[in-house]
């Protein structure tokens, strides 16, 4: 698993919910990143640090 994962509290990825649909996120562990299936938006996970900004966000494609 990528170390940086391991900062990040489980706890608050719970809490979590996408800023733009307040739906539920789902962790891409690969990607290192939080997932909004309904905005279609990839939210980075940084130094273990998720950063929840819609403009620092990647469209997710078809």
Known sequence: M?????NVD?????LLVCPLTKGRLSLNRERNELVSESARL?????????????SEARKIED
């Open 2 to 6: 990528d170390e940086r994962l391991h």
């Open 10 to 14: 489980p706890k608050l990825l719970d």
């Open 42 to 54: 990839a939210y980075p996970i940084r130094d273990g640090i998720p950063i929840m900004l819609v």
